[in-house]
């Protein structure tokens, strides 16, 4: 009954679609991929299914990677170039670095990708491995840190130049500007304040990996190309109004910085108190928040021991 309620596909060309993530009962091979030291550190807060495997690439071996499955060892020197090729003038993969990712994300559905911009090395690998992504076929989501305004203008440019092209390479960016750190972790010590905002990125990247089905890749990887910016947002809520507390705090969050009537498309990951019910009402909330936006929404393992609602909201315009 509950599929049959939330799941049900409107006859109106009014209403958008609302489907459900994690029907089938394959599960999506995931491949996460941590660029570089902020990708290599927020790997490190991913949760790894037996479906997702964890790849560690950087110029050298760091502490960051301990725990990834895999490394990838890269020089940042050709990685801008090779990251540039046009890829239809250079639709194969020519180099030994495109061979090396390539031979790590085989027999993988979704590639999700970590880093920072304004490196050397990150935002380039970030858009090298959404090449060869590409190239096989994945469904690719990049999540980036932008630089804080105050390391200057010509980290910042390069930034500007690395999600360009990211965007270009992955079927969608989510970005999370280091500025808007300073809002949920003012009085935190910097080292601190990045681990806080490595930990939030990791949530939608767990949760993609425990929900999404194989059948899910190719409607979810449509999607995720058919907006340009993607934003995201989390909120909890707890007792009599916990779903519309929770909702409203998504939209609330620093990175979640589009209109909400302005949302186009969204993936819901929420972890709900009462199933069925939290489900329905969430998605509600959303609808009045964003009434033209196809709506895909997976559930959650509910927190051990936790008596609320979580809502994670990814977000595209």
Known sequence: MRRTLIRARSDSADVPDTWQLGVGEDRARIAVVGCGGAGCNTLRHVAAPPNTIRIALNNAVHPSMAEAGHRLILQPASLQAYASMDGKAVQKMETHEEKEISATLLDRDAVLILGGLG???????????GRVARILGDAT?????IPFSAEGSVRRQLAELQLQLLQKRADAVVTFSNDRLLDIARDLPLARAFAAL????????SGLGTVLARADVVPVKRMLARARDWRFGMGSGREKHRCFLAVEEAYASPWFTSLPEEVSHAIVLMSV???????????REIRMRS?????AWGTLPPEPGADRVVVQILAGT
């Open 273 to 283: 108190s009462e199933s069925g019910k939290d489900e329905a009402e969430i998605l």
């Open 198 to 205: 490595g930990a939030i990125m990791a949530k939608p990247v």
């Open 119 to 129: 490196g050397e090395l990150g935002g380039w690998g970030m858009s090298l491995v």
């Open 291 to 295: 009434p033209r936006a196809i709506l």
């Open 141 to 145: 989501l990049a999540l980036a840190t």
